[in-house]
């Protein structure tokens, strides 16, 4: 069997290399190489499918919704192909594979950074814009390989260098390493995703320290990989010492607030103080935490409402924790009764009533505690272990369940009234009117007696 020659890899592809290759796509070693290649690809679904078993991680990175979606399955079908682009290399010439091996590396690079753009940024709506950008430079950059235009154009771009400093760097160098940052970037925060989602499931106990050790891991892999970008990049890493210098006076200064910040994060975390789950007061806003970041920490009211509080506050400023040590709250209601009531028979009824309500723990207490003009103030203590569930609902039924209780032992709920001083004349002819209409007049009942009038106020 006659082969022809190899085609070059490090110059654009001539129009007799095209047509040669056009030829070589012809021949029967290509039908082979297509079988090869989708033996490749099925070999490659039925790991990732095994891999995957019955239940589909649902939005995983790395499987995807339907197996073949997600990034494991072009990166095992790359190395498949690869494995048999080298068996087959000595026996037979190669034009399928030549196609596609860039096609596979541009469709793991788009499923990579879209699937990890989408998991940690759910809601932006820059991540579109960034998928569509990568996805053309991918498909443009297989273009160029697989015409072999993409060697020439590295040569060019490494010609053209920059002065930065005392050193110099090659405009290729910077795009190198531009891509790395990106390609670390996205790869740190996949690594430390899929980290954070395995510390954090299931966890009912020590979930602060779980979560500052996620933090942790993820500050340190993107460092970790921004340094690999540089050096790749050909920056001199001798320069983070000014860097560092430098952003240490950034943090001391103009940065100050945004340093208290995320130290503050760090010391809530450790010292548990606060946890997720907690139920606080801070500034006027009671609500539940919900998440601790770096930055700021957040509590989400039983009303739905969510309030973003930095850090700096919840350790400068008075935090009232009502689930730190005890999970119960006190909740209070004040109710009147009319003077004259008998407050030591009213009470056990009170109390009796309000520890039947369902979400009502402990004993309840009624207690007399002001002298109104309009009558008597009892306050109603009780108890409720889950305050989670919400104030207002339970304190709805221990008024309802007063109330019932106050109308069938006929106790009065008084209401405020005035009375109105008005002269003879007035009050003469009030009392016609009153007289004309039946005795009433707008409600109010008139008593000439003195010329007072009294009337309720609702």
Request: proline content about 4%; hydrophobic content about 50%; aromatic content about 6%.
């Amino acid at each position: 069997m006659t082969t022809s020659p190899p085609i070059r890899h490090t110059q654009p592809l001539t129009a007799d290399e095209l047509m040669q290759l056009w030829q070589q796509l012809q021949q029967p070693t290509a039908l082979l190489e297509l079988v090869v290649f989708g033996g490749c690809l099925l070999l490659a679904w039925f790991m990732v499918r095994v891999w995957a078993g019955r239940q589909v991680p649902h939005g995983s990175v790395w499987f995807g919704h339907r197996i073949y979606d997600g990034v494991l399955f072009p990166l095992l079908a790359l190395v498949l192909a690869l494995i048999a682009r080298r068996v087959l290399l000595d026996d037979i010439p190669l034009a399928v594979f030549r196609l596609v091996l860039p096609i596979l590396v541009s469709l793991a690079i788009i499923r990579l950074t879209v699937k990890v753009l989408r998991a940690a940024f759910p809601d932006s709506g820059a991540v579109q814009v960034i998928e569509r950008t990568v996805s053309w430079l991918a498909w443009a950059g297989s273009v160029l390989w697989i015409t072999g235009i993409l060697p020439l154009v590295q040569e060019e771009l490494g010609a053209i260098t920059l002065n930065i400093g005392a050193s110099k760097v090659s405009v290729r160098s910077l795009i190198e390493g531009t891509l790395s940052a990106v390609l670390v970037l996205i790869l740190s925060l996949s690594v430390s995703s899929a980290i954070e989602s395995r510390l954090l499931r299931g966890a009912s106990d020590n979930l602060s320290l779980r979560k500052i050790a996620a933090n942790v891991i993820r500050v340190l892999l993107i460092a970790i990989g921004l340094i690999m970008a540089l050096s790749a990049a050909g920056v001199d890493l001798t320069a983070l010492s000014v860097l560092g210098g430098a952003i240490g006076v950034g943090l001391g200064f103009g940065l100050q607030k945004l340093a208290s910040n995320y130290v503050s994060g760090f010391v809530i975390l450790a010292e548990r103080s606060l946890r997720i789950g907690d139920l606080v007061k801070v500034d006027n806003f009671e609500g539940r935490i919900t998440d601790i970041n770096t930055r700021y920490t957040v509590l989400r009211a039983s009303t739905g409402r969510e309030a973003i509080v930095p850090n700096e506050l919840l350790i400068t400023q008075r935090v009232e924790n009502a689930s730190m040590a005890n999970h119960k709250l006190q909740l209070t209601t004040v109710v009147q009764v009319a003077y004259g009531t008998d407050i030591e028979w009213l009470r056990p009824m009170l109390i009796k009533a309000v520890a039947a309500v369902p979400r009502v723990v402990d004993d309840s207490g009624v207690y007399l505690t002001a002298f109104p003009s309009d009558g008597l103030e009892l306050t109603i203590s009780f108890w409720v272990a889950d305050p989670e569930s919400g104030q207002m609902n339970v304190r709805s039924d221990v008024n309802m369940a007063v109330l019932k209780c106050l109308n069938e032992l006929g106790v009065d709920i008084p209401f405020a009234q005035q009375v109105l001083h008005l002269p003879p004349a007035a009050t003469d002819a009030l009392t016609a009117v009153a007289g004309a209409m039946g005795g009433t007049v707008g409600g109010a009942v008139a008593s000439t007696a003195g010329g007072d009038v009294s009337s309720p106020t609702p």
